[in-house]
């Protein structure tokens, strides 16, 4: 039986990382300033902003209902590598570009491994 305090620290993870992922979607809705520049400095059309903040905010609702945050997970590892892809291809800085979608995805995974009692019996971590 987990504890308590595991289950908190889950829920807690997981709130960071649904909060940014709902930030990050919702930002990029109403196309600002910002997101048209990051698009054109990363390459892309700043039209394909909405299909993407669609997509992220998609993930993070998904993340965040407990029937469906394995399916969650899974999809937003694939959007944030998606990212990282991205920051490879321009040339980014390493650890504060590339690798921040990957610290992110550990947080969502640990997240729902520490709240998510089927996820801790599937992948059991041993003493």
Known sequence: M????KILAGRIVSGVV????????IFKLPKPA???DSFK???YDPNIAIPIGVLALLCAILYAIPRTAVLGAILLTGYLGGAVATHVRVDDPLFTHILFPVYFGVLAWVGLY???ERLRALV???K
Do not use: C, I, Y
Request: proline letters at 12%; a positive charge.
């Open 2 to 5: 987990p504890s308590n305090k």
């Open 18 to 25: 649904t909060a940014f992922m709902l930030f990050d979607g």
């Open 34 to 36: 910002p997101v048209v």
């Open 41 to 43: 400095k990363l390459g």
């Open 114 to 116: 520490l709240r998510d």
């Open 124 to 126: 059991p971590v041993r």
